[in-house]
């Protein structure tokens, strides 16, 4: 079995810049992915545009290039299969991580995937970027798991002339509402603080404020979910329950990473952040040649790391993995 010197988990920015930094330090490296390129992004609007600039998203010193002044998903996706290519970066999709094992001569890591026989990995050193988008932060209401309901919002033409109702109060509900509301849907948002959140990028807070002040979209704040059924939201406010007709339901109640594979390696998870602890210079954790990097550093924090600023993490933990290689 072949010892690579670095197994990255996760192929969204951050892991692709890393196997980029593996690739220019010579290193040997695999990549495996459980779900698609950038599988995140699948998740994001398909009209999306991004709050950031496209030079702000490069990886590797490859050039993002585009006509806009905020690039659209469609262009990042494009952006990174052709970084993907220009690196002929080594790739595994459709392959989950079950187990990484740490020993004196560096990692064993098991895979499974459901179209090919699963596989027993060796590597020196493992860098986990798994993200955090995928793990939306259920908040267990009865009626989550119903087919109307998600935690991602796509497209809002599937929802002309419907009822929306919308749960959150920050970036990405406000987002959804307009999109929803522009696309002919009746939008209402429950929120459990007081008002809309102060994050709300600054050219989306005055639109959607203005639109519930004039009553185009309405808003039911201090409120909380009580229920979902088939056909209604059940929400309350200091006692009183409401039911509000609901055709579609938007759980915009933000994301996780997952630390299940990282607590069965032996890293400390912060009961705080729930996220892993690790060394804030050098990204490694409690666990030896055991690296973090991405939005699922931060834990429940996620949104404080970007692909602007994780895109940055995988240069300096390759850096920290060729000079703990040749100290060897």
């Given at each position: 079995?072949?010892?690579?010197?670095?197994?990255?988990?996760?192929?969204?920015?951050?892991?692709?810049?890393?196997?980029?930094?593996?690739?220019?330090?010579?290193?040997?490296?695999?990549?495996?992915?459980?779900?698609?390129?950038?599988?995140?992004?699948?998740?994001?609007?398909?009209?999306?545009?991004?709050?950031?600039?496209?030079?702000?998203?490069?990886?590797?010193?490859?050039?993002?290039?585009?006509?806009?002044?905020?690039?659209?998903?469609?262009?990042?996706?494009?952006?990174?299969?052709?970084?993907?290519?220009?690196?002929?970066?080594?790739?595994?999709?459709?392959?989950?991580?079950?187990?990484?094992?740490?020993?004196?001569?560096?990692?064993?890591?098991?895979?499974?995937?459901?179209?090919?026989?699963?596989?027993?990995?060796?590597?020196?050193?493992?860098?986990?970027?798994?993200?955090?988008?995928d793990f939306p932060n259920l908040i267990g209401v009865p009626g989550e798991d119903l087919p109307h309901v998600s935690?991602?919002?796509?497209?809002?033409?599937?929802?002309?002339?419907?009822?929306?109702?919308?749960?959150?109060?920050?970036?990405?509900?406000?987002?959804?509402?307009?999109?929803?509301?522009?696309?002919?849907?009746?939008?209402?948002?429950?929120?459990?603080?007081?008002?809309?959140?102060?994050?709300?990028?600054?050219?989306?807070?005055?639109?959607?404020?203005?639109?519930?002040?004039?009553?185009?979209?309405?808003?039911?704040?201090?409120?909380?979910?009580?229920?979902?059924?088939?056909?209604?939201?059940?929400?309350?406010?200091?006692?009183?329950?409401?039911?509000?007709?609901?055709?579609?339901?938007?759980?915009?109640?933000?994301?996780?990473?997952?630390?299940?594979?990282?607590?069965?390696?032996?890293?400390?998870?912060?009961?705080?952040?729930?996220?892993?602890?690790?060394?804030?210079?050098?990204?490694?954790?409690?666990?030896?040649?055991?690296?973090?990097?991405?939005?699922?550093?931060?834990?429940?924090?996620?949104?404080?790391?970007?692909?602007?600023?994780?895109?940055?993490?995988?240069?300096?933990?390759?850096?920290?993995?060729?000079?703990?290689?040749?100290?060897?």
């Open positions: 079995m072949e010892t690579r010197d670095v197994l990255i988990v996760g192929a969204g920015p951050a892991g692709l810049a890393a196997a980029i930094a593996a690739t220019k330090a010579n290193l040997s490296y695999h990549v495996v992915e459980k779900g698609a390129l950038v599988n995140s992004l699948l998740h994001y609007p398909t009209e999306m545009v991004f709050f950031t600039t496209p030079e702000l998203m490069e990886i590797g010193g490859l050039p993002f290039t585009s006509p806009n002044d905020k690039p659209s998903r469609m262009e990042a996706l494009r952006y990174y299969r052709r970084a993907t290519d220009t690196y002929k970066l080594d790739i595994a999709f459709d392959e989950t991580v079950r187990s990484i094992t740490s020993g004196a001569g560096g990692f064993v890591v098991h895979t499974e995937s459901p179209r090919r026989p699963g596989r027993v990995l060796a590597a020196r050193a493992v860098v986990m970027a798994t993200g955090a988008y935690h991602y919002f796509s497209s809002p033409h599937p929802f002309y002339r419907k009822r929306v109702v919308i749960v959150g109060g920050k970036n990405s509900a406000a987002e959804a509402a307009l999109e929803l509301y522009r696309a002919g849907s009746k939008v209402t948002i429950v929120h459990r603080q007081s008002a809309l959140g102060d994050s709300i990028k600054y050219w989306v807070k005055p639109d959607i404020e203005n639109r519930i002040k004039e009553g185009s979209i309405a808003a039911r704040f201090g409120t909380t979910l009580v229920r979902i059924t088939a056909g209604t939201v059940v929400v309350e406010k200091q006692g009183v329950v409401e039911e509000l007709p609901a055709d579609g339901v938007f759980l915009m109640t933000g994301y996780i990473s997952d630390n299940k594979l990282l607590r069965v390696a032996g890293v400390e998870i912060d009961p705080g952040t729930c996220g892993p602890r690790h060394d804030p210079e050098t990204f490694e954790t409690n666990v030896p040649g055991l690296y973090v990097i991405g939005a699922m550093v931060a834990g429940k924090a996620s949104g404080r790391i970007f692909i602007e600023n994780g895109r940055f993490h995988g240069d300096l933990v390759i850096r920290e993995i060729a000079k703990s290689l040749a100290s060897r």
